[in-house]
């Protein structure tokens, strides 16, 4: 019976959080949305300046990065930015409830995809890559390799808990990776400061990212 009722318990906190979880996304994406257009350019500007001059970033070998969609931070020079200095670049793309990053040479090999999302053709997968890279060098250099994800998101707070849009793809891929990278990965959110509140509601499952970076700073 406690059993029981501890599970109905259990299972009513969970709807309250995504409840307050999706009501937090509904909101601050509006504000998000309402952003005039020269401020938002000025913002980009801001944090593609503040991420490109990060240690992180200059170290990356590899990029996964997300290819920005309606009033989210933009990507698209900080894409050409990053194959143009010779990194590995990897953009997502949805399949049913799961997504993967595939690696591209050029952004204008983009093309509306999932919600009409730019998403990559399939060419090399990121797993397929990490394999191929784990049995061509030795463990001396996997080592030394750095790569660096760049996250959106909907809402985050200062102890940098993320909201995301909803389908949990991040947190999915996250989970299945971290046991198969053989190297060193930060994860960086990109989001204005319009996005940061004082405290969400998150789960046990949620993924943090290491830092945001927003037009004011860093989180």
Not at 79 to 85: C, G, N, T, V, Y
Not at 108 to 133: K, Q
Not at 158 to 184: M, N, Q, T, V, W
Not at 187 to 210: F, G, K, M, N, S
């Amino acid at each position: 019976m406690n059993d029981t009722l501890a599970e109905s318990r259990a299972g009513e906190e969970k709807t309250k959080i995504r409840q307050m979880k999706k009501t937090l996304r509904k909101e601050t994406l509006k504000i998000r949305d309402c952003i005039p257009q020269p401020d938002k350019a000025r913002h980009d500007r801001r944090i593609r300046d503040i991420l490109t001059g990060m240690p992180q970033y200059k170290e990356a070998d590899v990029v996964l990065a997300y290819a920005s969609y309606k009033s989210e931070v933009d990507t698209a020079q900080l894409i050409e930015e990053a194959l143009a200095a010779g990194k590995y670049v990897f953009v997502p793309k949805v399949a049913g409830d799961r997504m993967e990053f595939w690696q591209i040479t050029s952004f204008h090999s983009l093309h509306a995809g999932y919600r009409g999302i730019p998403e990559p053709d399939e060419s090399v997968s990121f797993p397929e890559w990490m394999h191929a890279f784990r049995t061509a060098v030795d463990r001396e250099d996997r080592q030394s390799l750095r790569a660096m994800m760049w996250m959106p998101g909907a809402v985050f707070d200062k102890d940098r808990h993320r909201i995301g849009y909803g389908g949990g793809f991040y947190d999915k891929y996250l989970e299945c990776l971290e046991a198969r990278l053989c190297f060193s990965m930060s994860l960086t959110a990109l989001a204005y400061d319009c996005q940061i509140v004082a405290r969400i509601p998150y789960e046990p499952h949620d993924i943090r990212p290491d830092m945001i970076i927003t037009e004011k700073g860093i989180v």
